[in-house]
């Protein structure tokens, strides 16, 4: 049964951020090899994803011809990004790994399988972890799925919207089964967001914070 009480805190959360960040909204889902490889940049900033991205159309014709690529191009293609040629080299192993699997660059099959089926397949990729593989599976199968990073739980512990225990699953759970199927998508990119711009892992800025009424964390920092 939902949790009416707590329904009603995350849907607050989400109105709230949602007038904070207006131009956080669901953008046209990304093709899955796309956002497999934006994956492996960690927790890189949607700048750095546009940016390598927008490089690699100008300067291969395709993944295949970035995977068949000599490593030392690729680095000098994205030196100049903060952690672009780590990701470069990253992904060129990772197109490997999936060229040697599959015979092919193709991952258009992972759209007629079950959940728990791609979730298997993208976590057997090196670099790719479940939050990762999550993300994955949201962004491009615009699947309802929460991904739950080590950032979001913290967010979550610091809004007592999970307890001080919980593992990544139970967020997950809680989440998937309180919030309305429509809202994960933006509820995850806002969190995201915040975290990024207010709500630091170290020192966050609860001062210009328009949760602190509603934060049990606010100013303990
Ligand atoms: S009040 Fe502080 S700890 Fe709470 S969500 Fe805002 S920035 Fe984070």
Request: aromatic share 8%.
């Amino acid at each position: 049964m939902v949790n009416t009480a707590l329904r009603k805190k995350f849907l607050e959360i989400h109105r709230i951020l949602g007038r904070r960040y207006p131009k956080v909204r669901r953008h046209r889902p990304r093709p899955l090899m796309d956002e497999l490889m934006l994956q492996l940049a960690g927790n890189r900033s949607d700048e750095f994803r546009r940016a390598a991205l927008d490089r690699i159309r100008k300067r291969f014709a395709d993944w295949n011809e970035l995977r068949v690529a000599r490593v030392s191009d690729a680095e000098r293609i994205f030196e100049d990004l903060p952690g672009g040629s780590e990701w470069a080299v990253r992904a060129i192993r990772t197109l490997e790994d999936i060229f040697q699997d599959r015979g092919d660059m193709d991952l258009a099959f992972l759209g007629t399988m079950k959940l728990p089926e791609v979730r298997r397949f993208l976590t057997s990729i090196k670099g790719i972890d479940r939050a990762e593989a999550d993300a994955v599976i949201l962004e491009a199968l615009n699947a309802p799925v929460m991904p739950v990073t080590e950032w979001g739980l913290r967010f979550a512990k610091r809004m007592s919207l999970a307890g001080k225990k919980a593992t990544r699953a139970h967020w997950q759970k809680v989440v998937e089964e309180t919030l309305p199927v429509e809202h994960i998508y933006k509820f995850y990119k806002l969190i995201e967001k915040h975290v990024e711009t207010i709500c630091h892992p170290e020192r966050p800025e609860c001062d210009r914070c328009l949760l602190r009424g509603r934060c049990s964390s606010k100013g303990r920092f």
